[in-house]
């Protein structure tokens, strides 16, 4: 922590992402970093740690003048956003010491604190560069990517697309991500109905923005749509598999954008519970044709206006 100072000057000049390839380098932690090791390294900075039931929030910390701090997390979450949680508070704490011990600048309010504490977390959890050579290698696959890194389908689609922008050679790629949700208490899940899906997360790398912002149509959900009748998500929901509008298909019969689009419906424990639409330039597209390979998705192309 002092050292961090010394070599920074004030916790403000040091961004999330740097402060945690620091913190990763300082503690010795692997690269696929599991719960039990995050639990034994905040332990061994003398953090107690405490699952709690605490409505509507995941974690939060307390600390006594002198005393050492006590991290609380939410009670029964799963693994994944446990150690989310764990890292997002270790690092408020550790700017609550810096900001105390530095000059008390007190640096930002708290939103950006947060925003922070979230970068931090991912960059400890999805470390840069293994994280974009299983990115590149799995085909941009979330699925894939959510059970390797343990971490959430929307932290994974965050993670790749600020990882993907930071990429200026000829590797670099442009990926939009969009999450579909469902609504409601999976114990009351029987019919598939589209309508019961709407957009959970939108994370697009700068090179797709005009597609995000209406300029083709509104090609992009925003967060809180729903499913569009006719779109390639319907389809796949009602499908129960994936769709892939592939490179191959006529563009010039298509009213939307020339991207290769993968709908990717997920289940969970045997029911539809989120569906993961990816899109991707035709220069590009191979990845995610590659990804849908292994999945044997239905292909599909537009006839008339209308995807079939
Ligand atoms: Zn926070």
Not at 9 to 15: H, T, Y
Not at 254 to 257: C, K, R, V
């Given at each position: 922590m002092k050292s961090l100072i010394q070599k920074y000057?004030?916790?403000?000049?040091?961004?999330a992402e740097a402060m945690a390839d620091e913190w990763v380098l300082h503690s010795g932690l692997s690269a696929l970093p599991c719960l039990s090791e995050i639990h034994g390294k905040l332990q061994s900075y003398g953090l107690s740690l405490e699952q709690a039931t605490i409505p509507g929030l995941r974690g939060h910390h307390y600390w006594y003048r002198d005393d050492d701090p006590t991290i609380v997390y939410q009670d029964g979450e799963w693994r994944g956003a446990v150690e989310f949680t764990l890292l997002h508070e270790l690092y408020e704490v550790m700017l609550g010491k810096l900001g105390a011990t530095a000059s008390g600048d007190g640096c930002s309010p708290d939103a950006d604190v947060c925003r922070g504490a979230n970068q931090f977390a991912a960059a400890v959890l999805m470390q840069k560069d293994i994280f974009l050579q299983a990115l590149y290698q799995s085909h941009f696959d979330i699925v894939w990517l959510h059970q390797h890194f343990c971490c959430s389908y929307s932290a994974i689609a965050i993670r790749a697309v600020h990882l993907l922008d930071q990429v200026e050679d000829a590797s670099r790629r442009d990926l939009a991500c969009v999450l579909y949700q469902r609504r409601g208490d999976p114990q009351s899940w029987h019919e598939c109905d589209p309508a019961d899906f709407y957009v959970d997360c939108v994370a697009c790398t700068s090179g797709l923005l005009p597609w995000s912002e209406g300029q083709t149509g509104g090609l992009l959900p925003r967060r809180g749509d729903g499913v569009s009748p006719g779109s390639i998500v319907e389809l796949s929901l009602k499908a129960g598999r994936p769709v892939l509008l592939g490179t191959t298909r006529a563009s010039a019969a298509?009213?939307?954008?020339n991207l290769v689009l993968l709908s990717r419906p997920v289940l969970w424990f045997g029911h539809l519970s989120k569906v993961i639409l990816q899109g991707m330039t035709p220069e590009d597209g191979h990845a995610l044709e590659a990804q849908a390979g292994r999945l044997q998705p239905r292909p599909i192309t537009y006839s008339g206006s209308r995807l079939t």
């Open positions: 000057g004030s916790p403000c000049a040091i961004s298509s009213p939307i954008a």
